[in-house]
């Protein structure tokens, strides 16, 4: 009993501090694990298919960057302008589809239900090969651009029209008894709060729109899958050049996807 006294008692600090060094461990251990598995699956699959096609690596490295750095930037351009032109689509159809107005309500759902029930392709075909027959003429990059922009509004239109809904309906009472207008109220109240709620389902509108971006090389765009098709072509290296283009793709989706991460941590971050 003497000694037990005696005995100073074991503090709970280095016991917290063990139990954190021992998940930063496991996290660590963890991590390794996982990108090993990634490393051998890229490895396995992407050196097989590669010593199968009998590439030369003279092609990588000489027609590699100019798939890389025309194709890709001009997929960069296209996704980045229509993700901003669809927004501005879905923001209008949205509030069109909650409009109390039956002419609007009607443009608006008219907009989503046709553009949602075709395909992009075909959307892309008819801006670019059939509006011609009409007198209107379009190069290749608006055209595809203009095709991206009305299919992801559409789409989106009912991801902010969720959004605009999921603002608590008291809020909006609040402001309209303190004598603010509608516009007002949508504006400062509703719309800032439904961004926050619909930004997670934009950035993978965007990604998704980075792989559907390849659709408009069928109308000569020189984008990614453009410039593969055509280096690979003319090397007789068809495989080697898709792989390249299916690596850029990749990459530019993990890349988005990271900041999208990010984006989305900071937003909750700010809810809490």
């Given at each position: ?71 890709a930037g001009i997929t960069i351009l296209v996704s980045a302008l229509s993700i901003v032109f669809a927004t501005i689509l879905a923001v209008l159809g949205a509030l069109g589809r909650l409009s109390g107005n039956p002419v609007i309500n009607g443009i608006a759902s008219f907009y989503v239900s046709l553009i949602r029930g075709t395909p ?153």
């Open positions: 009993m003497a000694a037990a006294a005696g005995a100073e008692p074991r503090g709970v600090a280095p016991i917290v501090e063990e139990v954190a060094r021992a998940q930063r461990g496991a996290r660590r251990r963890f991590s390794a694990v996982f990108a090993a598995v990634w490393i051998g699956l890229i490895v396995l699959i992407g050196g097989g298919m590669w010593i199968a096609s009998g590439a030369d690596l003279e092609f990588v490295f000489v027609s590699g960057p100019v798939i890389v750095l025309q194709g992009l392709l075909l959307q892309i075909y008819f801006i670019f090969f059939a509006l011609p027959q009409l007198g209107i003429v379009l190069p290749a990059i608006p055209a595809g651009i203009i095709a991206l922009s009305m299919n992801y509004g559409a789409y989106m239109t009912e991801i902010f029209r969720a959004g605009i809904q999921a603002v608590a309906a008291g809020q909006r009472e609040a402001a309209e008894a303190l004598g603010m207008q509608e516009r007002l109220v949508m504006q400062r109240i509703v719309l800032p709060q439904a961004v926050r709620i619909v930004v997670p389902a934009i950035g993978n509108e965007f990604i998704a729109m980075i792989k559907d971006s390849a659709l408009v090389s069928t109308i000569a765009v020189h984008e990614t899958l453009f410039m593969a098709q055509r280096i690979g072509r003319s090397a007789f290296e068809v495989l080697a050049a898709l792989l390249i283009a299916g690596a850029v793709y990749w990459t530019l989706t993990i890349i988005f996807s990271f900041f999208q991460e990010r984006l989305e941590r900071r937003l909750a971050r700010g809810d809490r």
